[in-house]
């Protein structure tokens, strides 16, 4: 009887001790098995430790797995369950070539500290975690005019911010280096688009021609550049708080037009070139240009002449992941096609 007590307590010991001995993948409700890889879980855990949370005290979510695997990877780490603490987010190679601010995540933590972005807790060579934030809208009337208010505040001021390293200052733009980039080593030499508008068919050598001449002919514009703008500033990657607007995604800013963040966050596939939310577009614009010394005319000058760049600049982004991601190479041409269309029609309007 003595016997079998101590074995039983030796037994005890011996697994008390194991969970302290075992890898934290033994104990935590999430695993590699979870995930889409075995790095993702040694970032995700390298991520939580350095904040100083225990694995085994937080849940990790990912979202957004239907998006291809190709994509940025995000993860939301929630505490007791339910309660969201913070967002990891894990860079996919593309996002990495893309990117010019280094170390990965000064950018972020930049403008973060600036209170234009959500507070960054930690960082590796290839993710971020940083705070949760929701969106706060209440609903009410005018909260469209009184978030468009916000948000053309917050970015006025993402205009104004001073660049991240005084050698920033001659950054090329991020606008052309991003076409550059993703054209040279990414669209591959045989694509091809059909289906865009009027039978029309589009290949690599017509979107590299055409963003030489859409160059060449902004280059003899006057349009503002800031050292730094948001660079894919669409609004889902707009947060808005009660108080304030905070910005997401800046894996693209940088040097670049003003003119190309107020046109990205504007149009949409049902208006592409902005002709029927001109007086919403008037407020957004006006809000802004009290923040930042400027004309309302100067302004829609400049969104007039950028517009149809965001079309031609996401129809080659979406180039490139179908070669980045051949299993879904019908979605991606698809959806080149329909940036293309957006883009001849913006184009055919402004020259
Ligand atoms: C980040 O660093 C780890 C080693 O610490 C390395 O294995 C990995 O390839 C690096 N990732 C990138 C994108 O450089
Ligand atoms: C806006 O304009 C586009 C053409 O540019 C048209 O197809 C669409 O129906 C219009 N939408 C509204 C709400 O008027």
Sequence with gaps: MVMVKITFMMRVLLM????????DQAVTAWGPESLPSHHHYDILMSLIRSVGWNPRNVDVQHLDKEKSAFCNTVYRVNQNKDTTIAIAKIFSPLALARMTHRPVGSMDSYVASQGLAPRILAKTNESILMEFYEHNCDGTQNAEERDDSLCALSLAQLHSLLPL?????????????????????HVSESWACHGVAGGGSWNKEMLATEVRNQQARLSQKSLIEVPIAHGDCKPSNVIHQRERVVFIDLELCGRNYRAFDLAKLLRNDQDPALRNSSSRRARFLSAYAQHVDVSLHQLQTEVDEILSLTWLEAAIFFAAMESV????????????????QNYEMCRNLTQ
């Design 325 to 340: 991601d051949p299993p879904n190479s019908k979605n991606w041409n698809s959806l080149a096609a329909s940036r293309l």
């Design 165 to 185: 390293s005084p050698s920033q200052e001659n950054d090329e733009n991020m606008l052309w280096r991003s076409c550059r980039i993703l054209l040279l080593h």
């Design 16 to 23: 008390l001790s194991l969970l302290f001995i075992l890898p």
